[in-house]
């Protein structure tokens, strides 16, 4: 079975290294040899050991000999309008791209059903985690109602810094940055962009109907200060940020956010760059997916095992996808309910008033908590929060709010 590589970068290459060095174990996994036939990309390789390397993207649509091609460009443009062509000649695409599944995976799942071929994207979500493949065949018997995720590896390792090391958000990024876990735009990571992507094709993918990545309310962690996550060390509890989404009656909520998580919680250890994903299902229960997130070597192990499942599976559609969403599927994230960590600028005399049913106070020791103190609440939705802010917070300065996650 010839292959295409579009983009030779961290993943690109690494697909290369292992299709090359596991050349006998894929072929005896598969029933087929697998091979390399182009390489696509506006850089020269000199040094590279492949000798199949071209920059017009005809050479890989036009080259009947391929079959499957392995998209591991990232971004949109031309990843998008190159997958669509491939998969209208009849050639089976295999992606890494989070944005482009996020974005037009509804689209291309539907063309590459209509020219029987496949789009498959395990590495998409995860990195090397099997996670992918798990929710279209292995769980097909349960009824989900949850899936909630540390899905990003960067911001994983600075909030890791930060609990366990006492570094600041700034010097944690530095750190990632140094260490290659953070790009030098840290913006998508750090804002929670890429995990909002991968939420979204999890929701997708776990409850059958498009969600777009769009609509769902992401928070990112460049407001999480070492205050903070001392106050949720006061109540046994560790910031993680986290993608959710969960089953309600005729729709789904999806969120991306820090959270609170007590720490018997199964995802409150994850640490560094590790990523866990929790799958709730009636008759179920949970299923937990931990492992690399990211990486080239993990990324790339995934992208190959899609192309040895669509080897296995020659000529057959292998049944992958969601149908389009609907108007008010992804229902408004202002409605869920949460307990909300509160920290205050303000005197004890003041946090006085929230000594009563159902509220908790936190203070901790030390000259720089002399001045607030932190409030978790009971639980109540975006809409009674601010209700609740401007009836009982208009005279105080919030200086971080942050949801708690019980389950």
């Known amino acids: 079975m010839k292959i295409g590589i579009m983009g030779f970068g961290v993943v690109g290459g690494g697909v290369g290294e292992i299709v090359t060095t596991n050349a006998e174990s894929l072929k005896r996994r ?219 009656d005729d729709g789904v909520f999806a969120r991306v956010c820090p959270v609170m998580l007590k720490n018997e919680h199964p995802l409150a250890g994850i640490d560094d760059v590790f990523n866990g994903i929790m799958v709730k299902g009636e008759g179920l229960g949970d299923v937990m997916f931990y492992g690399r997130g990211a990486g080239a070597l993990p990324t790339a192990s995934a992208v190959v095992s899609d192309v040895i499942e669509i080897v296995k599976n020659k000529g057959e559609h292998i049944r992958l996808g969601w149908t389009e969403g609907s108007e008010g599927y992804l229902k408004d994230g202002d409605l869920q309910n949460f307990r909300f960590y509160i920290r205050i600028a303000g005197t004890p005399e003041q946090s006085a008033a929230f000594h009563r049913e159902g509220f908790r106070v936190i203070t901790l020791d030390g000259e720089k908590y002399q001045n607030e103190f932190a409030v978790v609440t009971p639980k109540m939705n975006e809409k009674s929060f601010a209700e609740f802010q401007e009836k009982e917070l208009s005279a105080c300065r919030i200086l971080g709010k942050i949801r708690l996650v019980e389950e």
């Open 30 to 248: 598969s029933g087929d040899a697998i091979e390399i036939k182009r390489i696509l990309d506006l850089r020269d390789f000199p040094d590279s050991e492949f000798r199949c390397f071209t920059k017009d993207f005809q050479d890989i649509l036009h080259d009947d000999e391929i079959q499957i091609v392995c998209e591991v460009m990232g971004g949109t443009k031309p990843a998008y309008e190159f997958t669509k062509q491939l998969l209208e000649s009849g050639k089976s695409v295999v992606t890494s791209n989070k944005e482009l599944v996020a974005k037009h995976g509804t689209e291309l799942l539907q063309i590459a059903k209509a020219n029987n071929v496949n789009y498959l994207f395990e590495a998409s979500v995860g990195g090397g985690i099997p996670i992918i493949r798990p929710l279209y065949s292995s769980l097909l018997a349960n009824e989900l109602t949850q899936v909630i995720g540390i899905l990003n590896g960067t911001t994983n390792y600075i909030l890791t810094q930060m609990i366990k090391e006492g570094e600041s958000f700034e010097n944690a990024l530095r750190g990632a940055q140094e260490k290659g876990y953070a790009e030098k735009d840290p913006t998508a990571d750090v804002e929670g962009v890429d995990t909002c992507r991968k939420i979204a094709i999890l929701a997708s993918l776990a409850f059958g109907k498009y969600v777009c990545s769009d609509e769902i309310p992401t928070e990112g962690i460049s407001k999480i200060t070492l205050e903070d996550v001392a106050y949720a060390g006061e109540i046994d509890r560790v910031i993680k940020l986290v993608g959710m989404t969960s089953k309600e």
